[in-house]
């Protein structure tokens, strides 16, 4: 790509979003078709009754819109240029506003005020899938959603066999989407996306389905469309995906644009700005609380080194996982753990508590906080859940498990991770160590 300094050369730039208000009154829900036809249909049926729906939606007066408490201002004024071959994640809470402004750029929905001008053929994923027919096949909806995306049937029909395959299913590509999960429609319609060859790309929060190899497979995707140039715009809660592919970040809070920058930036400050998940979970009542006549759970929370409570870690450093019980009777010696796993089925490691001074010791009534320290460059990127559990070896009880109580996110904060030695792609496995390596060599 030719480089130009000049920063406002409209060549350079594959969208511009200026001054973008989008508005929603509360409790008229708009109405949104699955198809072309669905809207024009019910468009045709009553006329009038559209209109004046169609009116109450978008109409707002100006006094209304910052008194009124019917109405929800899902984005306030925002601005923001990305360049072409630039890959944009877009960030923030639930709610902030972040599937509102992708819908707005793929015209799925106008905005309230301002505009987008988009440069460039666009093909978009935005929910499970968005245009997929569930009484078609698996293949007719690949040339269906190829055509509508912009394809040809003959480019269809070149890409089709690396479609299938990229998705997995070419044993059920005959069979109608209604019989697929979400899961495998979402697979499908991703794989159909991601071989479009569009100049920009917009996709909402596709890595959240599939299984961890097909979130791998996504994300090596989505760095060879990054590779070839195209520009990318990428909504997701997975923020190490947001610091490795992303070449710029902008967040969203409450529907205003609050950061703008590089990423590694943006998602600290999303981190320290208070996050979707705790990193804490308190049993406030002891009734309901884990455990038994013996001992009960109070809490359990994850700590960075610093002491800080957060659901998310570098994964560069050491960071706690805690417990917090209370003893009632004495006369119990405790082993404490903690299954860390990865939600899935999957074991990551069981950490025992292995403190020597309580082990085989009889614990006083009182309340206790036990805290396993885990390295940095130990696990990989991702979510672990950490389920905590009580026992007794003599007399062998069981306290408690409390499943999935709690997880957290391990994140790389920086594109330089030690334990990459420069490759970018995604690194399978629940576990990354930083290993001592050397090499041996023999001039021959
Ligand atoms: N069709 C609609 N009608 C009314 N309110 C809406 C509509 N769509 C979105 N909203 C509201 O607009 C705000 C922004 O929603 P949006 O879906 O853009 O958030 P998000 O950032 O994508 O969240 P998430 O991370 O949960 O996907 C929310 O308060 C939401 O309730
Ligand atoms: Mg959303």
Redesign the pocket.
């Known amino acids: 790509m030719k480089k130009n300094s000049n920063t406002h050369n409209s060549e350079k730039i594959a969208i511009k979003v200026k001054g973008i208000c989008k508005y929603?009154r509360?409790g008229t829900?708009?109405n949104?078709h699955d198809s072309l036809g669905g809207a024009i249909f019910s468009l045709i049926k009553s006329p009038l009754r559209n209109y004046r729906k169609y009116r109450s939606l978008y109409r707002f007066d100006d006094s209304e819109i910052n008194d009124s408490p019917d109405i929800?201002h899902?984005l306030s004024n925002i601005s923001f240029d990305v360049n072409r071959g630039e890959v944009l994640g877009i960030i923030?809470?639930?709610?902030?506003?972040?599937?509102?402004?992708l819908k707005i750029l793929s015209r799925i929905t106008v905005p309230t005020s301002g505009y987008a001008e988009i440069h460039g053929k666009v093909s978009s994923l935005l929910e499970v899938g968005t245009g997929f027919h569930p009484e078609l096949t698996g293949r007719e909806n690949v040339y269906l959603n190829g055509t509508v995306l912009g394809m040809t049937k003959l480019e269809v029909d070149r890409k089709f066999d690396e479609i299938v395959e990229f998705s997995g299913f070419e044993k059920f590509i005959d069979t109608p989407v209604k019989r697929y999960s979400s899961g495998m429609t979402v697979r499908l319609a991703f794989s159909v996306a991601a071989h479009m060859e569009p100049e920009v790309l917009i996709i909402d929060?596709v890595l959240a389905v599939g299984d961890a190899a097909f979130q791998n497979k996504c994300l090596n995707k989505m760095e060879d469309v990054r590779e070839k140039g195209r520009t990318v715009l990428f909504?997701s809660?997975n923020m190490s995906a947001v610091t490795r592919l992303c070449d710029r970040a902008i967040l969203?809070n409450s529907?205003k644009l609050v950061m703008n920058g590089p990423p590694e930036e943006v998602v600290r400050e999303y981190l320290k700005s208070g996050q979707d998940i705790p990193g804490e979970l308190i049993f406030d009542s002891v009734e309901n609380a884990p455990g038994n006549e013996i001992v009960k759970l109070k809490a359990v929370s994850i700590r960075q080194e610093n002491g800080a409570i957060s659901p998310v870690i570098n994964i560069e450093r050491p960071f706690s996982v805690e417990m917090k019980y209370q003893i009632f009777k004495p006369g119990f010696s405790f082993l404490p753990h903690f299954v860390l796993h990865n939600g899935g089925g999957n074991i990551i490691f069981v950490a025992i508590d292995q403190d020597r001074n309580w082990q085989n010791r009889t614990r006083p009534p009182g309340i206790y906080t036990s805290k396993a320290l885990i390295p940095g460059n130990l696990l990989n990127e991702g979510t672990v859940f950490v389920d905590p559990v009580m026992r007794t070896v003599e007399p062998d009880i069981l306290h408690f498990v409390e499943n999935n109580p709690i997880s957290f996110e391990v994140v790389e904060m920086s594109k330089d991770n030690p334990t990459r030695a420069g490759y970018v792609k995604s690194i399978p496995g629940f576990v990354r160590p930083a290993l001592n390596w050397t090499t041996d060599f023999k001039d021959t």
Request: hydrophobic fraction near 35%; aromatic fraction near 4%; charge should be positive.
């Open positions: 929603y509360i829900k708009e949104i929800i899902a923030g809470k639930n709610g902030a506003g972040k599937s509102t402004l929060e909504v809660h969203l529907g």
